[in-house]
Each structure stands twice: as C-alpha cells, then as structure tokens.
C-alpha cells in the first residue's frame, strides 16, 4: 500500500497543528496545569485528545510545514491554546486574591504554605481557597468544557495561516477587571466585620488605656476572622458561579462561538 506524499502532509498537518493548540491550553489551564502536574502526565493527555477530535475538527488549510510560514502558524496556535487556558486561570486568581486580602486583614497571613501550583509562599487562606476553587472547577466539569471549547476554536479560527485578531488579546486584559471586582465582593463582607472590630478595640483602647490591646485583640482577631471566614462561606457559591459564567463569556468570545 502506498500514500502520496501530499496524503501524509495532509494527516501530519491536520493533527500537529491541533496537538500544538490542545497541549498548550493542557501546559496553562486550571487543574491539570499546575507545576505538581508532571509535563509527561500532560503531555500523554493532549495526544489522547488530540485522537480524539481530530476525527471531527475540519481539515487543516495550512499544509506548508516545511517553510518559515509554519513557524507563525505553530506560534498562532500556541497563543490561542494559552488564551483559552489562561482563562480559567483568571478564574482561580479571583478566589487567590480574595483569599489573600482576607488573610492580610483578620492577621492570619502569618500562616503561609508552598502553593504547588505556582511554588511559592502564599497565605494558607488563599491556599484554602484555591483548593476549594480549583474542586469546584472540576466538580463543574470545567476540564471538560476547556476541551469542548478548543475543539469549537477549530471551527471559528480555522488553521488557514492568518492571524488572530489582535482585539481578543484586548478582551483578556480587560477581563482582568472583573477578577479584582469579583475578589473585592467576595472578600467585602469579611472586611466589613473585621473593621467594626478593629473600631471598636479602638474605642476601648480609648476608654481604658491600660488594657494591654495588643495581647488581646490580636488573639481576638485571629477568632473572629476565622469565624466571620467560615459565617460567610455560602457567599463562595455565589461569587464563584459569577465567576464561571464570566469566565465562559469570555472563552466564547475569544474563539467567537455563542453561548
């Protein structure tokens, strides 16, 4: 049995190309793309993908692989894997955040862990919170739709050798906005609480100075942030289907598929 040659750059062109775009979303997507993930785990996952759809993604119109040509087409696609993978990453930086400005105000930021994901000394309440982020993206099937959104990125931005609209890098950076905004509304409660008693140490600072306030408030503190932490738990939920929502409005508007 023989193939032309034009046959076998065909089927090279049509599943390289995609296995490009699918490991770089693996390499950077919540979950599977943290640093304790080794790099041959998520390796062997994006080829398994990428058998997977490349039955079903349209053939690739790029079939030059032996020209300068190609190596903008394999950067193409590594910037749109790594955009739609960085997005849910903005996802459990929300919840990072919100967990760290928490830790700096109930004076709990003392208590640090390392962060596996991104080997670094972080608060071990916004560890708590990436870890609970990162259950509920998976308990939310959000592997799952990360690959269903790559697979419909195929489909809008079809591997022709143009380049992609550079509006979409714009849409990332803007997003960054509702990350702050989302961590300051889950983190606004808390706050609120820890600066009523923070006044009112201060009113009894003022109506008995010789009451040690720092050996005292200080424990205190460290009780009520944990406590108001766990009192306004449910708000999680809340801020984190927000969240999940804006994060799919954004992938979709990335790859330009509808919601």
């Known amino acids: 049995m023989e193939f032309p040659l034009a046959t076998v750059i065909q089927w090279l062109s049509d599943f390289l190309l995609p ?11 919540a979950g599977l793309g943290a640093q304790s993930v080794p790099s041959r785990v998520k390796l062997a996952l994006a080829v398994v993908t990428t058998f997977a759809v490349v039955p079903v993604l349209p053939k690739s119109q790029f079939t030059d692989l032996f020209s300068l040509a190609m190596v903008f087409v394999v950067l193409q696609q590594m910037l749109i894997g790594i955009a739609i993978g960085f997005a849910s990453l903005l996802l459990l930086n929300t919840f990072i955040i919100a967990g760290q400005v928490l830790a ?12 596996p994901a991104n080997g670094l000394s972080v608060p071990a309440v916004g560890q708590f919170y990436l870890i609970l982020a990162t259950l509920l993206f998976f308990v939310f099937n959000g592997h799952l739709m990360m690959i269903q959104m790559v697979v419909y990125s195929f489909e809008s931005i079809p591997i022709t050798g143009e380049w992609w609209p550079v509006d979409s890098y714009w849409d990332i950076v803007t997003w960054g906005g509702w990350m702050f905004t989302t961590a300051l509304a889950l983190a606004l409660a808390p706050l609120t609480a ?4 923070n006044i009112s140490f201060g009113i009894m600072t003022r109506a008995a100075p010789q009451m040690n306030i720092f050996s005292v408030g200080f424990a205190f503190t460290l009780v009520a942030g944990l406590a108001i932490i766990w009192a306004t738990m449910g708000n999680f939920i809340v801020q984190y289907e927000f969240q999940w ?8 508007g990335l790859i330009g598929c509808s919601l």
């Open 19 to 29: 296995l490009v775009r699918i490991s770089s979303m693996m390499m950077v997507m």
């Open 104 to 115: 700096m105000q109930t004076g709990l930021g003392f208590a640090s862990v390392v962060d």
């Open 194 to 197: 820890m600066l009523v008693i």
């Open 245 to 252: 929502l804006k994060m799919v409005e954004l992938m979709c």
